[in-house]
């Protein structure tokens, strides 16, 4: 987990051959859907560093 500018968090998980990573809104945990994406975004990359800057790029340029 990597925290974004304090309200949001990024994770990642290795997926087959390659790495993905989410955006999740801090503290908002559901208890059904622990960590799910927030607006259902999900990056690809070929490391797990990869895919997070990915991830770190989109909230940046995006509303988050």
């Keep these: ?3 974004v500018g ?6 990642s998980a290795a997926h ?6 989410w ?4 503290g908002t945990d559901q208890p ?3 960590g799910s994406p927030d607006r259902a975004v999900v990056l690809v990359g ?3 560093e ?3 800057a990915r991830a770190r790029l989109f ?4 509303s988050y």
């Excluded at 087959?16 to 990573?21: D, K, L, S, T």
């Excluded at 955006?23 to 801090?26: L, N, S, T």
């Design 1 to 3: 987990m990597t925290p």
């Design 6 to 11: 304090g309200s949001y968090e990024i994770r």
């Design 16 to 21: 087959g051959p390659h790495w993905i990573a």
């Design 23 to 26: 955006i999740v809104r801090a």
């Design 32 to 34: 059904d859907r622990p």
């Design 46 to 48: 070929e490391t797990q």
């Design 50 to 52: 990869e895919a997070e």
């Design 59 to 62: 909230a940046e340029q995006s």
